[in-house]
Structure formats: structure tokens, C-alpha cells
């Protein structure tokens, strides 16, 4: 058995966070050409794509220590018809339960936020992709624990029910690392 955090996120400090902004947001329409109309979503990155785009992000990843287990990132965007629903990211922890997340745009008043949350539906969406087997959950009964900026670079637990929430309707993005294997040991400073 896993040890699940007991905690949602951890802070990390980046003190050349805007340089790395511009960095990448040159990686937006490279994945996701229409991100001006695209509604919002999940969607995977390759890390080659942010080391060819990011030194500065590749170097903050490798001063975590953490290059060697870095296997795959995500661009999670949200937009004016974003319907991004609450979830956990996959339903066995040891396979994914953590992620480190860096805003790269319009990321004022948006937030992650958790949730305790029952009745979990596996998605049918891609039920053939092993590593997206993300349980949804009813929304009518969930009920709000915690909350943090999108502004925040932090470690964040993708265990906890969670969902994007933006008070704005502009395309706002955050890259999103995932990493293999799973944080269990990492020391996070807690
Ligand atoms: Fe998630």
C-alpha cells in the first residue's frame, strides 16, 4: 500500500518565473493551435517539446532532482466554455497521484480546487489509455476543501477530487509535470 499525501499542495519557490512564462507559452500553439477558441481540457506534452521550448523550466525540474523521473506533462487550460468536471486523475494512486504544476497564463483568479466528493464514475471517454483512467464524480454533492491560486507553483495532490475553477472567461493555462516512479519517497520539505 501506498502512502496517499495527507496534504493538497506544496509550494514551490521560482524565482525566474516570468522569464520561464515566456518560455512556455511558446509551447501553446505548438499543442494546441486553436487555444484561442479551444473550450479548455487536459492535454498531454512531450517532455521534448518543453526542453527544446524551456531551459529555465528544464533546469527547475532538474534542481528538484527529479530529470530522471519526469516522463510526461500536461497543458490544463481553461477558456470561457470550459467544462473540465471534478475527478482524480487515476483511480490507483501508485500509478499517478502526484503533479507539479507552473502557471504560464491568465492564471489571476483561477484556482485548483479540491473536494470531498463520493460516487466515483470511471470516464468512459478513453477507456483503452491505461494511464487516463480518471474517475469523475457527482458534482451536486461535492463539497470544497481546499483551494489554491493558479498562480502557485507547487507540488499538488491529484488523489483529492479535484477540478480548475477560473472567475475570468480568457484563455488561461498551466503546465502540469507527472512523474514515474510515483513521489512516494521525494522529500517535499513536510
Ligand atoms: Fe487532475
Redesign the pocket.
Known amino acids: 500500500m501506498v502512502q496517499v499525501p495527507v496534504w493538497n499542495w506544496q509550494k514551490v519557490a521560482v524565482e525566474n518565473l516570468a522569464e520561464m512564462q515566456k518560455e512556455l507559452w511558446n509551447i501553446v500553439p505548438e499543442v494546441i493551435p486553436n487555444w484561442e477558441t479551444d473550450p479548455g481540457q487536459f492535454i498531454h506534452v512531450d517532455v521534448n517539446l518543453i526542453k527544446k521550448f524551456s531551459p529555465l523550466y528544464t533546469n527547475l525540474i532538474s534542481n528538484l532532482g527529479l530529470t530522471d523521473r519526469w516522463h510526461t506533462s500536461a497543458l490544463i487550460t481553461t477558456n470561457k466554455d470550459t467544462t473540465l468536471r471534478i475527478?482524480t486523475?487515476v483511480y490507483d494512486p501508485s500509478e499517478r497521484c502526484f503533479a507539479f504544476n507552473v502557471p504560464i497564463v491568465n492564471c489571476e483568479d483561477s484556482y485548483t480546487v479540491w473536494f470531498k466528493a463520493e460516487n466515483p464514475v470511471i470516464n468512459t471517454i478513453n477507456p483503452e489509455d491505461g494511464k487516463d483512467k480518471v474517475l469523475f464524480y457527482n458534482e451536486s454533492t461535492a463539497v470544497e476543501i481546499d483551494r489554491m491560486p493558479a498562480t502557485t507553483c507547487a507540488f499538488v495532490n491529484?488523489h483529492t477530487p479535484?477540478r480548475p475553477e477560473t472567475g475570468h472567461s480568457k484563455f488561461r493555462a498551466i503546465l502540469s509535470s507527472r512523474f514515474n516512479p510515483e513521489l512516494f519517497d521525494y522529500n517535499f520539505g513536510v
Open positions: 475527478h486523475d491529484n479535484h
